[in-house]
């Protein structure tokens, strides 16, 4: 009886880090196939070159979700880098664009540069299920907007979209494991536990603020470091 319930214990481990897995891994492969797509339709070299390096970069994502889950190696392995967050953004407005405009979502960036600490992989993958879920949000047309900027020494990011919004009870469930308004569209409710995990290894914060039909604005604030390696002195 006991081993059975040890059994039961060790499967749903399991199960939840397949589900993990293949809800981190979704999105990455669903973007090289988008913007395999495009270099097919295309025969200017330069959009060539550019759709080449995106689906490229994101293989490289679905190699490193790969590996991080399925080696059990340890997150803290992976040395924070210093991030130009404005450019980690612009990279997750360009992973995200196909996505918006079959959405007939218009996705606006205004990005200052702002230098943040962290693991590369998991900044993206946060900013990635936040604009996805924004562009989901929104039923017809409407926008998306990433903001970054420098707030009394603090990085602050900012999406916000003209969506559905929430009420204080959907808020509140924000971040527990499958909980997931999307029935139709297969939600797992595991992108926002993956966001307040990366949020709370930067040592940052969280804030939501929402109106039912009328949108949602996800603001995040992180400790801000120095572009450059600073010069210490000894003694
Ligand atoms: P999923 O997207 O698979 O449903 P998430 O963990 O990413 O799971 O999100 C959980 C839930 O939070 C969503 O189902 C939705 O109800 C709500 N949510 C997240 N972001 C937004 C948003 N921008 N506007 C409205 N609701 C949102
Ligand atoms: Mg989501």
């Given at each position: 009886f006991r081993q059975a319930l040890l059994l039961s214990e060790k499967m749903k481990v399991v199960s939840e880090i397949a589900a993990s897995v293949s809800h981190e891994i979704r999105n990455p492969l669903t973007t090289t196939m988008g913007f395999l797509k495009l270099l097919s339709k295309t025969t200017d070299p330069q959009k060539q070159q550019y759709y080449v390096d995106i689906a490229t970069e994101e293989i490289k994502r679905a190699q490193h979700i790969i590996t991080n889950y399925l080696t059990f190696?340890?997150?803290?392995?992976?040395a924070p880098v210093r991030l130009q967050a404005a450019e980690e953004l612009g990279y997750v407005t360009a992973v995200m664009e196909p996505y918006a405009q079959m959405n007939q979502v218009e996705l606006r960036s205004k990005l200052e540069p702002c230098w943040v600490e962290g693991s590369r992989h998991d900044f993206r993958q946060c900013f990635i299920n936040l604009v996805k879920n924004a562009i989901e949000a929104v039923p017809q047309t409407g926008f998306v907007e990433i903001r970054c900027l420098m707030q009394r020494g603090a990085v602050v990011i900012s999406i916000e979209d003209n969506g559905v919004g929430m009420d204080p009870e959907q808020i509140k469930h924000?971040?527990?494991?499958?909980?997931?308004?999307k029935m139709a569209q297969e939600g797992t409710g595991l992108g926002m536990l993956i966001v307040l995990n990366m949020v709370d290894l930067m040592k940052g914060r969280l804030d939501i603020c929402s109106t039912p039909g009328k949108g949602t604005k996800f603001t995040i604030t992180l400790p801000a470091c120095e572009p450059q390696p600073e010069i210490r002195q000894t003694g």
């Open positions: 190696a340890k997150r803290e392995d992976e924000i971040g527990t494991p499958y909980y997931s308004s």
